[in-house]
């Protein structure tokens, strides 16, 4: 393969985008190069797409959308070196990997960071069951180049070799916008691909400030234990599910088993946000998904993210977004409009 190097990047922070997928009952090795590429089974065996991007700054996505109607046992390799970072959205699925004896296993509503070297893998796709993956691929000096000076965990520095697999962790609310951002992109040809760049840029910013760096942002003005950090977590859980009817920090406090002190200046530490900030980010991010696609009114709208007053709605929604957001309903009606024509 080969593209017009105008990025800076040098060439062990490329990728080669050939892949090969060899599927039990496909006719012919797929192939698989250049900026897009977009696979089908045969209608005999299932259906659905398998499509990628590679844009020019080496950044891989690759979108997996299959149902096979029978089980097929699939494998695949990777002749260089790659950091994966993969969102489950489907069914399940365990796979091996000549880098490790074990398999690997993600479910529904997880993902997960492998960050290694050239490697083949397999797995079996079960009949009947819908999968669905976004995964977003880079090598592993560029990852490391991007995340130089971020932290200390010493496991990211260790990619080419042997390879390393990350812990698994749930797809939070603001990383499950993004990829529904991903899914409903309207624009075309370049404007597309700069476009989906920046949401693979975003989505690695927000996973790996909320699934790794987290232990690294605790300020020494509050001393948290392993146990004080696992209950800040289960308050960000509990205020992810009930932000419309969010428990009062006392409430909160007892819930958790932390004092409130604890529970405000380190919530405030963890995650960067106040816990009554957090709720109303929640309740926002809510509330664009709504307005997406134009079919609600603003009233509606803030009804459905718990305001009751629309003008304290509105508000909250400017502030974070920078337009009002009846101004955001009628971009998203003419989104939508565009893309039906």
Known sequence: MSMKRSDGL?????????????????????????????????????????????????????????????????????RTPRTELIFCMGHGIEWGTSLKQDYFAIDTGESVLLHGGVRSENCIYLSGAGYRFLSIDMSPAQFERMTS???????????????LFFGKNAITPSIRLILSQIADCSYSQGMRELYLEGKMLELMAVYLNESLFEADRISHT????????????????????????????????????????????????????????????????????????????????ASRVGYVNVSHFSAAFRKKFGVRPGEYLISGRQRSLGTRM
């Open 10 to 78: 040098n060439e062990a922070e490329t990728i080669d985008a050939h892949k090969t997928l060899r599927c039990e009952g496909f006719s012919i090795t797929y192939q698989l190069d250049g900026s897009h590429f977009e696979i089908k089974p045969p209608v005999e065996l299932g259906e659905g797409s398998c499509r990628s991007l590679l844009t020019q700054r080496y950044l891989q996505m690759t979108d997996f959308d299959l149902q096979f109607n029978r089980d097929i046992e699939a494998k695949g390799e990777f």
């Open 149 to 163: 000076g971020l932290t200390e965990d010493t496991r990211l520095q260790a990619g080419g070799g042997a390879g």
């Open 222 to 301: 509050v001393k948290l234990s392993r146990d004080d950090m696992e209950s800040l977590r289960l308050a960000k859980e509990i205020l992810q599910r009930d932000y419309l009817h969010p428990p009062t920090l006392a409430g909160l406090s007892r819930i958790i088993c932390l004092n409130e002190f604890k529970l405000k200046k380190g919530f405030k530490e963890m995650f960067g946000y106040t816990v009554h900030a957090y709720v109303i980010e929640q309740r926002m991010q809510r509330a664009q998904q709504l307005l997406e696609h134009g079919n609600m009114t603003v009233s509606e709208a």
